[in-house]
């Protein structure tokens, strides 16, 4: 394998270069001409396409229906709810001609889809009969943040879903809320095998226009937290300014409560940076595009009798995602490597000798630990293997997040800790936005979330005042 094709940094020495060499040399995504976009390439797109297929299958589980929404939103309809605008305002990209005519009104390229939507429910809910309302949209949005492109995570468009849902009361939107809160712990979990922390975001924090905001954290190896999803209960505020209205069965008009909630492709640079190591991209099988890759290795002698025995194991394990390298004028240890590098989760080598004794060799991605295995139990053992790997890298990656969890009463102690990134810092805290404000500016840390559970016992970790809250601190991408 020649050297540009490897991973030339370690992952703890420089950890960007790092996660910018396995996107592109695990051939995920690439640099777009088009400044702060991004290619996303077949390998990548296969990933998210797993993702999508678990979550778009919860989705619908859960009684929600896809739809699709223009990606031009008119000016007048962003501007009519005065919050939302101002949080989107720096980020929105706006088409001011259509061929060589000049649009009489600008269309902002869809940053978030609330405004276009709601214009439309308003149209279609008259009775408490039309509730609730679950729609979800598959789509791309535009954002056109400054800051510097980071493949995945931080780029001007990217793919995401968003459900946009109306109920006749809160409490049923609460319920929306953190049902589908749950069911992003699902893909981070049981799917990506990372560990997340639910909580409710503060009122710095909460999406613009939201009543409340409650989000999946998780934390990356340089310690750095990242906001994994989110999911919102709207109140009643949206449903005043598009006058999304019901008839109840008391026969009053009402206005209804919107919950809205989504995952985006940021999902993929979590991925990488939880599980890959030195040698690439490492995958866990749940969300691999092949599970297994068979590497047969070829002498001039018994080369037909290894490729048999190959193809005989590749037709085994048809129940598996499986791909056989049987490509000429490459070395088997070339294969291994590029293999390696686009992180399959299980390796199959068979050569001669292992032709002879009836065999082959499993190596697992995650830990380099190899077994001979007889062919006859192949299959039974690359199931046992692909389960063992996943669950292995969950609890690899709860164990780190274990041990970057800290609880902190004194804030000189919270400050050294945030010299270093510090990991996820779990602080008393007043709820007084000033307290997070100053957090924010004095060490860079800005609050994860509030957790559903647990009671405040002492004083707040700037003030010194009583604590109201418990809230996690973490400096975030």
Known sequence: MSEDEGITVKKDENFSEWYNQVVLRAELADFSPVKGCMVIRPYGFQIWEKIKGYLDKRIQETGHSNAYFPLFIPEN??????????????????????????????????PTSETIMYTMYS???????????????????????????????????????EGHTVHATKEEADEEVMKMLHVYEEVYEKILAIPVILGKKTENEKFAGALYTTTCEALMPDKKAVQGCTSHNLGQHFSKVFDITFTDKDEKKKYAWQTSWGLTTRTIATLIMVHSDDKGLVLPPEVAPIEAVIVPILFKKGKESVIEAAVAIKDSL??????????????????????????????????PRDVKNNQAVLVRRDSGEKRTVPIECINEEVKTLIKDIQSNLFNKAEAFLNENTHVVDDYEEFMALMKDNGGIIKVNWCGNAGCEEAIKDETGATSSCIPFEGS??????????????????????
């Open 77 to 110: 309809l962003l501007q009519k709810e005065a919050d939302h605008v101002e949080g989107f305002s720096p980020e929105v990209a706006w088409v001011t001609q259509g061929g060589n005519t000049p649009l009489e009104e600008r269309l902002a390229i869809r």
């Open 123 to 161: 149209k279609w809910i008259r009775s408490y009969r039309d509730l609730p309302l679950l729609i979800n949209q598959w789509a791309n949005v535009v954002r056109w943040e400054t800051k510097m492109t980071k493949l995945f995570m931080r780029t001007r468009e990217f793919l995401w879903q």
């Open 318 to 351: 048809s129940s598996f995602r499986v791909e056989l390298d049987d490509r000429e004028g490459y070395s088997a240890g070339y294969k291994f490597n590029h293999w390696e590098v686009r992180g399959v989760p299980v390796r199959i080598e068979v050569g």
């Open 456 to 477: 405040p016992n002492g004083k707040c970790i700037y003030c010194g005042e009583n604590a109201n809250e418990i809230v996690y601190f973490a400096k975030h991408y």
